[in-house]
């Protein structure tokens, strides 16, 4: 019998202390953020359909909200939320554990994709990043900015820069900006010198606002 999907091993990127020190070299900023979070790190869980998922179940409500409905979820789904399982569901389950409408649509398609192999999960390793963005954008209810969560938690891509991603675009401005509200042209200006860590870069300028990892 397969383990639960929530029991999958986390995974540290291999690149991880190179570009610690690389960004420390480079950006007086994150010389002193990243000391200050020795013992954490970016992180995946080695499940691409379970990081999608709670990706999708998080959209457009708080860490702590997603949190909470992604318990729920786990309940509904007997702790294993595969494809399978998804859409072997009554809408009204997955409505009681939290879920809109759409999330629930979101889900289904999602495991659709999945069981019918429509992605190609196999194949991401080897696709370049916007390969992967294209084809997951695909699937309803993930965008642009899904497919790069994807990107950095799940592939652990080290140079993704979410320029769409409000906390990164906060942080960007509490830290280069005295607090002056930043445009995505100087987010990309600012991390020109976090080239090929702007993954790592992004993560611990999260840390700066929130310094409880979050995980999909």
Known sequence: MSQPLIEEIILRPDYWDEATD???AQDRVLRRLIPQFP????????????????SIVGQQISVKAAESVWQRTLICCAQDPNPQ???????????QAGLSRRKVEYLQDLARHFVENKVHPA????????TVIRELTQIRGIGRWTAEMFLIFFL?????????DVGLLRAISKHYYSGEPVSRF?????????????????WYLWRSLDPVPVEY
């Open 186 to 202: 100087d987010a990309r200006e600012v991390a020109q010198a976090w080239v090929p860590w702007r993954t790592v870069a992004t």
């Open 39 to 54: 013992s954490i790190h970016l992180a995946s869980r080695g499940n691409p359909f379970l990081t999608l998922a709670r």
């Open 156 to 164: 652990l891509r080290p140079d993704v820069l979410p320029l769409d």
């Open 85 to 95: 399982k998804f859409l072997s569901l009554e809408e009204s389950a997955l409505r």
């Open 123 to 130: 194949l991401w390793d080897e696709m370049d990043d916007e």
């Open 22 to 24: 690389s960004l420390m």
